[in-house]
Every structure is written in structure tokens, then in C-alpha cells.
């Protein structure tokens, strides 16, 4: 699993496209990122590598809900010791390890905030 994580100031999807570093892009130059992410996720689809993707909604619509001393503790927002949050992720079936870094290191997320690997456990 590939998870996006973004700087929640601006929270609009393509979350890439609202990082202050993209925001200071020429136009031609944030094309350019839409367009790298438009082959990636063709390249990924195409060759069945691409399983789901999905953005997530705002932090501040956010719930966190803790269970202490058998009591829901339900807190606003995400409630995560980052600056990034959790934007969205996608579901690769990769062939190895250095093919889902890979992969990760062609999102343009990748550039402004961090794109975690995590695998799925069956």
C-alpha cells in the first residue's frame, strides 16, 4: 500500500498540486506534474499493478477514536505528532520491494510531502 501524505493547509485533490513548492511552479510546470502523474497511473493500470486508489477527506473532518479504561475516547481530527497527514492511498500488486519504491518515488506527492510503503497482510 502506497499512502500519501500531504500538508493539510490546502486541502484540495491532487493534494501535490496545493504544496506551496507546486503552487510557485510556472503553470507549464504543474502540467508537467499532472501529465507524470497521468503516465504513472496509465503504467500502473495497464500493466495490473494498480489494484485502487482513493483520496481521503480533510483532516478537520476527522475523527480518532481511542478505547481507554473501556471508554471511547473520540477525539477531532486525525490526532497523528506530524505536520503531513494521510491524504489517500493506492493498492499496488508489485512484483518486489524495489518496484513499490520504485513506483513510490514517481508520485509527485513524493516531491512536497512523503509517500509511506506499507504492506498488506493477509
Excluded at 65 to 94: M, N, S, W
Aim: contains cysteine; charged residues 30%.
Amino acid at each position: 500500500m502506497l499512502l500519501i501524505y500531504s500538508n493539510p493547509a490546502v486541502w484540495e485533490h491532487p493534494t501535490f498540486l496545493q504544496a506551496p513548492e507546486a503552487l510557485a511552479m510556472s503553470p507549464e510546470d504543474r502540467e508537467g506534474l499532472s501529465d507524470q502523474f497521468g503516465t504513472l497511473m496509465k503504467e500502473l493500470s495497464d500493466s495490473g499493478e494498480l489494484i485502487i486508489g482513493q483520496p481521503l477527506g480533510a483532516p478537520e473532518d476527522t475523527e480518532t477514536v481511542q478505547v481507554r479504561d473501556d471508554e471511547a475516547v473520540i477525539t477531532d481530527g486525525p490526532f497523528t505528532e506530524a505536520k503531513e497527514h494521510l491524504a489517500g492511498y493506492f493498492i499496488v500488486d508489485c512484483c518486489s520491494p524495489e518496484r513499490a519504491r520504485e513506483i513510490a518515488s514517481r508520485f509527485p506527492d513524493a516531491r512536497f510531502g512523503a509517500v509511506e510503503i506499507r504492506r498488506i497482510l493477509d
